[in-house]
């Protein structure tokens, strides 16, 4: 029962309509009680808002890309300092204390807790989204850099698009999300590439101690937040370390005439003609296999959209022009269009069409996968139209197969971390993508993901990939994804870090994978 009413989920997002406002003071602490007592521990840098909010700021922190990620939060808290992030944090860990002792007034005999909100890219439903305090990261906005260490510290309620602008006047930049939209704090938590060069995290432990966390501070707890997502408590800073970044080089191919009036392409485009598709899927086998220029990057998105299958095709060179010979095969399908150019790196992830399902119904799934062939990427195209074409008629808006090669040395960079739990091979992580409208098929669309990925992975095992165990990437895996499917060998220490760090269990009550 207790469970029930703790509803919460430690994210990174937001978004929610309101109902009515409640200007009162006495009627918020009557109806709104724990969002009141919070409003009475923080300073005046820290805002509470309601439902009923005529100025949009409490539906902007529930907001969600996905809008399958949506809940109606009793309120919004935005702390404005890490300490203010320590007293929301002490005061709901000590009701939960104070209900498993049946020492909670009678008029709050339930306890709320919270969920944390940045980017609001997730799509697991109530990972990031909450009926009780949804607290949002958006006064951390800080971009430091320091020339001399060649580091950047970054607030946890950025975007990415947010740190290479301010990062751009000094000609560097970090790696981070290559889409535009995507949190900071999810993308790094949840096991993403910045987690191999992150220097430090300034966490809010869950007793609500503020600490900067080092390799050498506490090398088991750095451990843990590198992929371990939020278990561990509140990260409200990132310090990670910069490289130079000057011009790049890239397009975005649409090899079919999908209505170019639905969506915009803007970050250059090479459109191919739908018979075109198999030379397509072929180039992009080859590059796989021979391409080892760490600097050349390729995804190819199996679509379906408007009723047809499709490819959206980037081709990426870090660099002003990529050498001779590693796109040629892409560039040698007649197309119809051709805007392959050389641009600074934020006009193109904010070119990229990443919001063209903004605010409709979402979920992902993964598959870990070690090279791609060409039969495997024909089983990827028959996935495509076989769910595209049954998923359609569930209102199904967008049914998406990325494929995006990675070096076999990838995880040869960064030191141990909770993932990926073996280093002894790189893994390029598949992504499933739907995206639906109506509710009542929400089941059916993560099932047929769940399925879907089965079928690849079945097909890459019988091509030989030994790929039976092979840990998911956690930010890709689909919400019932079981513990070992994440961390493998690496539960057990995780879940014993977590119980050291938080007894109480203040973090197991929020949304997420839990430890």
Request: charged share 15%; with cysteine.
């Amino acid at each position: 029962m207790l469970r029930h009413y703790l509803i919460a989920g430690i994210s990174l997002a937001s978004y929610v309509f309101a109902h009515s406002a409640h200007s009162d003071l006495d009627l918020t602490t009557r109806f709104f009680p724990v969002c009141a007592q919070i409003e009475d521990e923080t300073s005046s840098a820290t805002s509470v808002f309601y439902p009923g909010d005529i100025l949009g700021r409490y539906a902007a922190d529930i907001s969600h890309w996905a809008s399958s990620s949506t809940q109606f939060a009793e309120c919004s808290v935005r702390p404005g300092t890490a300490e203010d992030v320590a007293k929301i944090v002490s005061y709901l860990g000590c009701l939960i204390v104070k209900s498993f002792n049946h020492l909670a007034p009678a008029s709050n005999s339930w306890v709320h807790a919270k969920t944390v909100c940045g980017g609001g890219h997730a799509s697991n439903p109530g990972f990031s989204s909450t009926n009780g305090i949804q607290i949002s990261m958006k006064p951390f906005s800080e971009v430091t850099y320091d020339a001399e260490s060649q580091t950047v510290v970054i607030g946890a309620g950025l975007i990415w698009d947010d740190v290479y602008a301010a990062l751009a006047p000094y000609g560097v930049s970090v790696v981070g999300g290559r889409v535009t939209g995507v949190g900071v704090a999810g993308f790094i938590l949840g096991g993403g590439k910045p987690f191999w060069i992150s220097s430090s995290f300034e966490l809010v432990k869950p007793n609500g101690d503020i600490v900067n966390v080092t390799e050498a501070s506490d090398p088991n707890l750095f451990f843990g937040l590198k992929g371990g997502m939020n278990n561990f408590g509140i990260v409200t800073r990132f310090t990670l370390k910069t490289f130079p970044q000057g011009q790049v080089w890239v397009g975005i191919s649409s090899p079919n005439l999908i209505a170019s009036s639905e969506i915009s392409w803007q970050a250059g485009s090479i459109t191919y003609t739908f018979d075109r598709i198999p030379s397509v899927t072929a180039a992009t086998a080859k590059f796989s296999s021979t391409v080892t220029d760490p600097k050349a990057v390729i995804i190819t998105t199996y679509n379906f959209l408007l009723g047809q299958p499709g490819i959206l095709q980037l081709i990426f060179y870090d660099g002003p022009e990529p050498p001779t010979g590693i796109f040629d095969d892409f560039l040698a399908i007649p197309h119809l269009t051709n805007d392959v150019s050389t641009r600074d790196f934020t006009s193109f992830v904010k070119g990229l069409p990443a919001n063209a399902t903004y605010g409709q119904r979402g979920i992902f799934q993964s598959v870990s996968l070690t090279e791609y062939t060409t039969t495997l990427l024909d089983a990827v195209y028959n996935e495509t139209v076989f769910w595209g074409s049954r998923l359609s008629l569930l209102s199904g808006s967008f049914i998406s197969y990325g494929v995006e090669p990675f070096l076999p040395t990838l995880f040869s960079h960064g030191s141990d971390s909770a993932y990926p739990p073996s280093r002894e091979k790189g893994l390029s992580p598949f992504n499933i993508y739907f995206a639906w409208t109506s509710s009542l098929s929400d089941d059916e669309f993560h099932e047929a993901a769940r399925q879907s990925a089965a079928q690849i992975k079945a097909v890459a095992m019988a091509e030989g990939q030994d790929i039976s165990d092979v840990a998911i990437y956690p930010n890709y895996a689909i919400y019932d994804t079981p513990l070992e499917g994440l961390y493998g060998s690496n539960v057990p220490t995780l879940q014993a870090l977590k119980a050291s760090i938080d007894p109480t269990n203040v973090m197991g009550l929020a949304g997420g994978f839990r430890l």
